[in-house]
């Protein structure tokens, strides 16, 4: 199987390649050229595995240039008990006979993105070595707080490949500055940016695009990389958790395999949702795929109206890693849905960028809305939400999952539904502690954790209990024009 870009078919590329190059030349993703279907009775065989399995079968599916061998020792590495806190990395647990929650916060950074983030740098390795590029992979992450230290944990120590993380210095709680801060590793640096999560973004955008920074690296032995859901390698193991959480439910007789399941997805940049979309093209019984806004509702909007438009006011809220105005892998959802129509695709993405706006056909419009719905929750609904789960079913949500949680009422069909939880509560405990109608003021937000454990003994999670004993090895906070330097610094250059 090989890949294509978006926005130019006759870019073709084996998967090893398009991992190891994150974004194509051109502007655009890369995709599969096809869509695997399942038979229904290799439906029914992955649905019955457990999640290692499931992955191995999936990521085979896709990554038809890597060995059963390297797969096998990529998931084997990603997904073990140690790291997820037990043996199902992906549980899913029943709040009523309509509702179900998947949690994919288990992970060692107590957000979704470790689900992707464990396994990529694995992938990334594997397929530096198939291109002979003999290089050190440099990853570089702008990050507003939760890639930023999954990128961390999964690359830290990993070898042949080095990472350097810049986050807003006053952007990020105190959790995740934490979490990022006192990161250990060999290979991992942290730098705090004066200014906002923008200016980390297009520093780091213009670095990678900056020919001399690129060319010195060349010299140096090292080659960029991303860990972006732009990048193949983090959406595809995505996919996985759509197969084994609806397994779940078919197992335990909630329901038969073939009725229609509706999943419930926060979303920022498209990308986790997209990977359900994936699923359901290759024969999973997905209903609708319920697309989870917040304030920033531009892609309620747009799957009401077909106008996607950026030009408009954006909002700080209390789910930050949905603080999006624009939604990177949409562009894969419309080359998909196009029966891959990159000069249309093309056209859209350069309307974007010059105008911050396009208007989809009516026949694409009509296509994603027989898929997806959508729906928004205000930053009232999202704590009534967080209240409402725990008085109701005793259950802990964060701010996230709350918007799908509320948004998973609007938007309810004859189907169950399945929601995805993306972030542990303890990530965001000022934030639950309100929902839930406890006093949140104190001096530091470690006192709140203590406070939102004993309020609903609901333990701590390691890794973040030890956070604020541990040593602070990145105190360094730099300028925008400081950022090429202190990569050079890092890597030696
Ligand atoms: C990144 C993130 C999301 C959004 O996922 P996308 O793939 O960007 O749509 C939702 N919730 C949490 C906690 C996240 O970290």
Redo the contacts with the bound molecule.
């Keep these: 199987m090989e890949y294509v870009s978006t926005r130019n078919k006759d870019i073709r590329l084996s998967s090893a390649r398009a991992i190891v190059r994150g974004i194509s030349e051109d502007g655009g993703l890369f995709l599969p050229e096809y869509i695997p279907e399942l038979t229904d009775s290799e439906l029914k065989s992955v649905l019955s595995m457990d999640y290692r399995a499931a992955a191995r079968f999936v990521l085979s599916r896709f990554l038809t240039d890597f060995t059963d061998y390297e797969i096998e020792s990529c998931v084997g590495g990603a997904y073990t008990g140690q790291k997820f806190g037990g043996d199902n990395p992906a549980p899913v647990k029943k709040l009523d006979d309509d509702k179900y929650m998947l949690e994919l916060w288990h992970g060692p950074t107590c ?3 470790d689900m992707a983030l464990q396994i990529l740098p694995r992938l990334l390795t594997v397929a530096v070595k198939k291109e002979k590029a003999d290089k050190t992979v440099v990853i570089l992450v702008a990050t507003s707080g ?1 890639t930023g230290k999954a990128a961390l944990e999964g690359f830290c120590d990993v070898e042949g490949a080095k990472i350097v993380v810049f986050y807003p210095s006053e952007g990020v709680s105190e959790v995740q500055k934490m979490q990022m801060v006192t990161q250990g590793g060999s290979n991992t640096c942290v730098f705090g940016l004066v200014g906002n999560f923008d200016d980390c973004q297009s520093g780091v955008k213009q670095i990678l695009g900056d020919s001399d920074v690129i060319k010195k690296l060349a010299r140096g032995g090292y080659v960029f990389s991303s860990a972006n ?1 732009i990048n193949w390698g983090r959406l595809v193991p995505q996919v996985v958790y759509y197969f084994t959480a609806y397994g779940a439910l078919a197992k335990n007789g909630e329901i038969n395999i073939g009725d229609a399941v509706d999943f419930v997805v ?8 997209l990977a359900g979309y994936i699923a359901k093209r290759m024969g999973l019984p997905v209903g609708k795929l319920v697309c989870a806004s917040n304030t920033n509702k531009v892609l309620t909007d747009f799957i009401e109206t077909g106008v996607y438009n950026k030009n408009r006011d954006f909002y700080t809220t209390t789910s930050p ?2 603080d999006i105005l624009i939604s990177s892998n949409l562009e894969r959802l419309m080359f998909m849905m196009t029966d891959g129509n990159a000069p249309l695709v093309s056209k859209y993405m350069a309307q974007l960028s010059q105008d911050g706006a396009y208007k989809v056909e009516s026949s694409l419009l009509e296509n994603i809305k027989s898929v997806f719905s959508a729906g928004f929750a205000d930053e009232r609904e999202t704590a009534k939400a967080i209240g409402e789960a725990y008085s109701k079913y005793g259950y802990v949500i964060d701010p ?1 999952t709350a918007v799908a949680y509320s948004v998973a009422a609007k938007c309810k069909t004859d189907a169950k539904q399945i929601i995805l939880s ?2 542990s509560p303890y990530k965001f405990p000022k934030s639950v502690l309100c929902g839930i109608g406890e006093n949140a003021d104190a001096s530091t937000e470690f006192e709140l954790l203590c406070r939102l454990e004993s309020k609903t003994g609901m333990p701590v999670p390691p890794s973040l209990a030890c956070l604020a004993k541990r040593p602070v090895r990145f105190a360094d906070v730099c300028k925008k024009q400081q950022m090429t330097e202190r990569i050079y610094g890092f890597l030696g250059l």
């Design positions: 957000a979704f993105k939760d859901s926060p979303t920022g940049n498209f990308g986790d949702i890693s949905m996230h993306t972030a």
